[in-house]
């Protein structure tokens, strides 16, 4: 099985857009902050880790400032959510067109144009076993993308601050009476998503598939936003959906790797239609959603 | 003379033209249970609130054992060794009682989950540190809050009307902790608009009214009617005795309805059984939070049962089970929720828009269209014949006192002439003057035929206007009493219930 | 949060003299931003700012071209303003404009000979179901399953874009195209008639703006309208009410679905006159932008439609006569949105400072 080697070799690095796009959008909305803005945030990371790594100044500086860029983008959402108190529906929405439009903008010059990926790193033993091997040889990002995930679990789940971010998102009125400043928690619980907006959108356009095209997050953002849904809000399960993306939107690859003669348009829709049928599956169940919901989720805070 | 433990000088605070606080004066001694009281609105809160730096004041002074201070944020406040219990729980309900409390006191888990239980013993106050928030009952919630104030050491413990959220059974044993806490050297802030608690509990009482101080007394001095008259400043206002009637037809029945909300933290309802007459009020006492908002969901029409239940609510001689808002409004009914903003009214809407919004069927929209005219009429009609405050129908829902939104949406739904009238909590946060206004026209329903089933915490109302009672109790409804056979303490022992005792 | 001992005060009563001038303020300052992104480009602003402003509305033949690029963007904006009032948040009009698109095309790519003055209104007709279909997915979902219509709409925008790739290069392609992905060239009866001579305005622009007054005596005098607003407004109270939650998701989804598929029909069949990936270049995403920009009121969103075409047009001259990208439009669009949005921050609050010395 070609196939299936080669999906289990690949997902991991195919999830990682959708992974920490959504790890970082978990914070936020953990926080009570729904920033709608994430495709416009990666799009700018992902101009901007490209431009920087093709002009040479390496991945290290390329990611830092995809980082950089994106959590600059989320504070302008963050000023017009939190301190004007803006619908952050329409304000997501508009920082998202914004993001976008700054990335076709910077990317102009770019198009069509390539860098070098990265190098991939073996874990020793594991990588020599047949068929699952693959999964254990992957680049940096990769594994650190992984770290980030039970860091940002146990912050979670384990220390004041993800008690702290907790609270703010329950209940913010309440979690100022004990003389938590919420805004600036979620200002920097936004920031944060933008962060790691950008690092997504960068892994995307310079390591996943290294060629600069307009619009080439293609949606992803999008998913990343549905995933912390299909997640209820837990970091582990949005791990494995965001796998299951990675995997999905390699079946196009597979199947020609094999032969499979499906209609491209159809499998390129993949993604998307199964992005309709799970969040339809997850939402119906409402008790879930209630029990592992955020409370005041978008609902602007007026101290 | 030794140093008070809290002096106050010359505080004031205003919200854009609301005056809440004028140069109030007030000192507390230390070791003593002092009593703030005022009726709704006559700025208790926001006193509390700038003591605690919640919110900064204005204007004026205040000084912590005899040293100027000026907290600005709670922080702070606890530094210094002041502690506040709130009104409305600041406690996070998916978090766990002992998550709750490292939130502001630092420490391991499991120093804490010890302290908790120690704290538990000494005062009565015990509760499961592991438990989640919303798995608790009201009287549970009220005890971690008072465990998290004690846990920082505090000197002065502000409590914010404690005894609203409690059955009165329960009322004697938070006394009792508030006794060993004075005893221990804890001053306590007691706010309330309630005379004899203050009288059975507080050494001192400042009386506020419209946002200043209008007398500082010792309460076991004075009888009730003294402190009502410095509260209100007149006397208290009296109902016309409520004459007996004989009931009408059947309005409203549930016959042992079970329903579990959708809300996984909403309390279930079960067996609950209730007939309403024409001619007729019955009131619902008991806590909220003890199936009252799901009841009231249920007899609304905004949460509905599946067809094949439809006969399990009877409404005006109709199986409505199944039925939806407006359909059950179509049959005769009208209601007043409890929540006035964003549910009985839209904030953002004028008082003429927020009348269409169960106004329309009385003439108001005329082949699908808006009929204004008529809008405007129905909204001044409303306007002065229930006394509404506004500077005019064009004003934001948002900008109305609550007392005034009150009577403006309970105007609305009596000017659709209902044969069945249900209103939640009919005077929460109204000041007397329109709670009594409100009463009269409950009682008038009543007297013209109506059957008028009212929800509220007042067991004083709910004996002032009721002819009947019943308690709801973790999701029970108790047998039906008659008012005249009864006193307030036989409606008391049902707020217990069996679920409450157990876990004293 | 105060910056400066400055904080926000809630109005009592929105401010309606301001909610005219926001918009207004924030194309100022969208320009003065734009500005500075011009000068580091190293464009000349003033000159960029002239071609994309002031020149498109100083010739009748270039005015003429931004009544046609107005149209689709006013019919969409107006559908889905009504929904964005009722709070469902429709972002995939992109997606139900390619639909109409896809929908009108099919009468003249299997009946490429067809002829006849109803062929051009069935196409209209045709095009309005297509983006009513497209829009029913979201409703079922958000009615039925409870699903965010905000991410559904969106991803069936992203599936219409490979449908419409799909048609082109397999079976709709024109098979004398010289292998390009697109459809037949429509014959003249499937093409909607000219209503301003000399120039290509069309038929549609009056359609425009009839729907643009069904759009106001349905969301200002109508008791649907005041319902749909009242469950954006405060859904508990449209509970309370008893108006209808699903009525009002599938009303929101229907209107904007319809109106995207309108204009997808009117631009195939109007200034394009054949199917063709271009066609997909971004209404439905601009619409958003109107919408919200003309403040979700059927008037302001008259002018907020021309702004946006305006926009349009000069971005394409900017783009001739001073090398401007085009995506430097998408900047300002987006730019502009974000200004608007702080803008009317002012609407519902007062600025006020804080007495000296007090921190919150």
Known sequence: MIGLSFVLSGMLAAAMPFLLAALGELVAERAGVLNLGIEGMMALGAVTGFVIIFHGFGHATGFLGAGLAGAALSLLFAWLALSLRANQVAAGLAIGIFGQGLSALFGKSYESMTVAGLPKLQLPLLADLPVVGGMFTQDIVVWLGIAATLAIWAVLRMTKLGLIIRAVG???????????????????????????????????????????????????????????????????RLFFGAILFGAVSLAQLAAQANGVNLNSQLLASLPYIVTIVVLGLISSNKKLLKRNGVASLGVPFDP | MPVPLLSIRGLSKSYGAVHANRGIDLTVEKGSIHAILGENGAGKSTLMKLIYGVESPDAGQVSWQGKPVRPTSPAEARKLGIGMVFQHFS??????????????????????????????????????????????????????????????????????????????????????????????GVSILFISHKLEEIRAICDHATILRDGAVTGTVDPRDHDATDLATMMIGRDMPALPPATAHKPGKVALELAG??????????????????????????????????????????????????????AEVLMLGQAAGDLGAAARRALGFAFVPEERLGRGAVPEMSLADNTLLTAHRAGLVRRGMIDRAREAQFTATCIRDFDVRTPGPRTEAGALSGGNLQKFIVG??????????????????????????????????????????????????????????QVLNAGRLSPSMKVRDIRVEDVGRHMIGAAEGGAA | MNLAGYRLARRDKASR???????????????????????????NPVAVFQAMLIEPVISWPAFSEVLLKMTPLLLIAQGLAAGFRAKVINIGAEGQFILGAI?????????????????????????????????????????????????????????????????????????????????????????????????????????????????????????????????????????????SQSRAVWMSLLIGGLAAGLAGASEVAGPVGQLQRSIASGYGYSAIIVAYLGGLHPVGIVFSSLLIAILYIGGDNAMVSAGLPVAAVRVFQGSLLVCYLAAITLVRYRVIREPKGIRA
């Open chain 3, 103 to 243: 929908f009108a095309s099919a009468v003249p790519v299997w009946f490429p000979q067809i002829s006849g003055l109803w062929v051009w209104p069935l196409m209209i007709v045709l095009g309005g179901i297509g983006g009513m279909l497209w829009a029913v997915v979201p409703a079922i979902w958000r009615v039925r399953l409870n699903a965010s219509e905000i991410l559904v709409t969106l991803m069936m925008s992203l599936i219409a874009a490979q449908l419409l790739n799909f048609l082109l290069v397999g079976p709709w392609k024109d098979p004398m195209g010289f292998n390009f992905p697109q459809s037949v060239i429509f014959p003249l009866d499937a093409t909607l008639p000219l209503i301003l001579p000399g120039t290509r305005v069309n038929v549609a622009l009056a359609i425009a703006l009839i729907w643009s007054v069904a759009c106001w005596v349905y969301l200002q005098r109508s008791f649907q309208g005041y319902q749909l607003m009242v469950g954006g407004l405060a859904p508990q109270a449209a509970g309370y009410a008893g108006y």
């Open chain 2, 257 to 310: 309805l079970d329903h579990t909300p959708d809300d996984p933290f909403g309390q279930p309802l079960s067996k609950v059984a209730l007939r309403l007459h024409q001619g007729e009020v019955l009131g619902i006492a008991g806590v909220s939070g003890n199936g009252q908002a799901e009841l009231a969901r249920l007899i609304s029409g905004e949460v509905t049962l599946p067809d094949h239940r439809a």
């Open chain 3, 17 to 43: 003299k301001l909610a005219v001038v926001a918009p207004v303020v924030a194309l100022l300052l969208s320009i003065a931003l734009n500005f500075a992104l011009y000068m580091a480009m190293g464009k």
């Open chain 2, 412 to 469: 609305r739904e009596i000017m659709l002439a209902p044969r069945l009238l249900f209103v939640s909590q009919p005077t929460w946060g109204v000041d007397i003057g329109a709670a009594t206004a409100i009463r009269r026209r409950l009682v008038a329903m009543r007297d013209a035929g109506a059957a008028v089933l009212i929800i509220s915490e007042e067991i004083e109302e709910l004996f002032e206007i009721c002819d009947r009672v």
């Open chain 2, 91 to 184: 406690l996070f309900e998916t978090l766990t009682v002992v998550e709750n409390i490292s939130l502001i006191v630092p420490g391991r888990t499991a120093a804490l989950v010890t302290r908790i239980r120690d704290l538990g013993r000494e005062y009565g106050l015990e509760v499961d540190p592991r438990a989640h928030v919303h798995s608790l009952s009201v009287g549970e919630r009220q005890r971690v809050e008072i465990i998290r104030c004690l846990m920082t050491d505090p000197d002065l413990l502000i409590l914010d009307e404690p005894t609203s959220v409690l059955p009165q059974q329960s009322v004697a044993r938070l006394f009792d902790t508030l006794r060993r806490l004075r005893d221990r």
């Open chain 1, 170 to 236: 329950e209940n913010p009125t309440a979690a100022r009476a004990l003389g938590y400043p919420v805004i600036a928690v979620r200002y920097c619980a936004v920031m944060f998503g933008g962060l790691m907006a950008g690092l997504a959108g960068a892994y995307a356009a310079t390591v996943y598939t290294p060629l600069w095209a307009d619009g080439m997050i293609a949606g992803r953002g999008w998913i990343a936003l549905a995933l912390v849904v299909f997640g209820t809000w837990m970091v582990g």
